[in-house]
């Protein structure tokens, strides 16, 4: 069969397309933009790739044309695939139909913290020798792409609310019908396709009704938001997770058969970490212990990781067997990414897109600094998100940056966002700069050893990775 698909080079539908080449498909694409990785990861694989949506790219007609989320009606290619009569359907439809179907799906949803929980599970089960097949809405160090069909009924996907299609606007998460699902946290975001937070909790509430009374809800204890949304109703079995919770509560909370999880940080920043499974019926006592090590930090990663070692037990794998994977697992790019270090000047790409994302990724890192005496956390900051620029979490912005030293923000263009209040509300000293370069030369002249430099965004930034990185060898003389 010959697939096109068109907008082939986002993160979700070049993974598809890897997916239908390893299937044996003859697979097309194109995008507005053909840009790294990628381009590469898929030229890579033999895929051919077109740049923008012209009519001859669908010459002659393939057999399928798969829609990305980001086109929509008066897209030339869209209108001739319905003018045209070729058959169409969505991303999350067509891995349902062919990749997921009499797989056991392993499911992470949730506003924070889906590509590293996703990789984190794929990767312990893939060190248990389970060989797992896997969609990842990033690319992560311990793989060589961004998806895979597998070797076993397994298959872990990154369960995203986003909505599929212009033609279908449920979140593409409503068509996995996951056996295992882990929900990280639900906050409001994607304010360009959700009016509300009640909105988000009904299509989160349409992935609960899709979930076999077979399988498992993984979510964290306490969180309001996802348990409002259960309590319009739930047929799956639960359990839950916490960190540092007192071991009298976490019985309690093991009562009626299900395990509860609990994560006791060893050290400040979260690089070590004891798991203690409370209950479950299957341990004598009711309870077991294990010790993760790894070159991970930040108590959010600690959650990520518990709750990653929960659904992988959920698919058989022994906790202690999941604690030891996780000491291997090397992380996600652009997840606190360390790019390079010059004249003792440390810079980091994160892909932060919401103010609970900064705000966490900056107070794992000033948990790490702590035995650091005289190093400066200075977070950089593009509010580049449909949501941030509708000035949707104007308030939770203005605190998300108190555990930096300093916070440098690009002004965003067409954006109604008030960053001159969010600068002045904050208690951290805060600069707005219009353009990249003066972001850049402002660094230059005024970093010095033992900084730790975190550049967030969930875009290209204007290249301002490369650029700071020249502009410290410049100036330490190691060009």
Wanted: proline share 4%; glycine share 12%; charged share 20%.
């Amino acid at each position: 069969m010959h697939i096109h698909i068109l907008g082939i080079c986002g993160t979700f539908m070049g993974s598809l397309a890897v997916l239908a080449k390893q299937l044996g498909h003859m697979v097309s694409g194109s995008d507005a933009n053909v840009y790294p990785p990628m381009s590469t990861q898929l030229e890579e694989q033999g895929i051919e790739l077109a740049e923008g949506f012209k009519l001859e790219h669908l010459q002659p007609h393939p057999d399928l044309v798969v829609i990305g989320n980001a086109l929509s009606r008066g897209n030339p290619a869209v209108e001739y695939v319905l003018n045209s009569g070729i058959d169409y359907c969505s991303g999350p439809q067509w891995l349902a139909q062919w990749v997921l179907k009499d797989k056991w799906v392993l499911g992470v949803a949730g506003t924070h913290g889906k590509t590293t929980t996703s990789a984190m599970l794929t990767w312990i089960l893939e060190y248990a020798g389970m060989k797992p097949g896997y969609l990842i809405g990033g690319v992560t160090n311990n793989f060589q792409s961004s998806a895979d069909v597998g070797d076993s009924i397994f298959f872990v996907v990154e369960a995203d609310e986003y909505d599929s299609a212009f033609f279908d606007k449920r979140s593409k998460f409503v068509h996995y019908a996951p056996r295992t699902t882990i929900i990280n946290n639900l906050e409001f975001d994607h304010a360009d396709i959700f009016c509300s937070l009640d909105d988000i909790k009904r299509q989160f509430h349409h992935l609960v009704r899709t979930i076999p009374g077979n399988g498992l809800i993984l979510s964290p204890a306490g969180d309001t938001q996802i348990e409002n949304m259960l309590h319009g109703g739930c047929w799956t079995p639960r359990q839950q997770f916490g960190i540092g919770v007192d071991e009298e509560i976490c019985k309690k909370l093991a009562t009626g058969g299900e395990p509860y999880w609990n994560a006791i940080q060893t050290t400040p920043d979260g690089s070590e970490f004891e798991v203690v499974k409370y209950g479950g019926g299957q341990d004598g006592d009711g309870l077991s212990r294990s010790t993760v090590r790894w070159g991970q930090t930040g108590k959010h990663n600690v959650s990520n990781g518990l709750a990653a070692i929960a659904g992988a037990h959920h698919a058989g794998v022994e906790v202690a067997a999941a604690c030891s994977a996780l000491g291997e697992f090397r992380g996600v790019k652009r997840r606190l990414e360390l790019l390079g270090e010059i004249g003792g000047v440390s810079v980091y790409d994160d892909f932060a897109h919401h103010p609970t994302a900064i705000a966490t990724t900056l107070e794992g890192m000033q948990s790490k600094l702590r035995n650091s005496p005289g190093s400066r956390l200075i977070a950089v900051i593009e509010p580049r998100s449909n949501t941030m620029k509708m000035s949707v979490h104007q308030a939770e912005l203005t605190s998300s940056c108190e555990c930096a030293d300093m916070t440098l923000w690009l002004r965003p263009s067409n954006s109604e966002l008030d960053l001159d209040r969010v600068v002045y509300d904050s208690k951290a000293p805060g600069k707005l700069f219009k353009e990249v370069d003066e972001i850049v030369s402002y660094l230059k002249a005024s970093s010095k050893s033992g900084d730790h430099i975190v550049i967030m965004s969930n875009g290209g930034f204007g290249g301002i990775h490369d650029k700071l990185l020249d502009a410290l060898a410049s100036a330490s003389g190691h060009e």
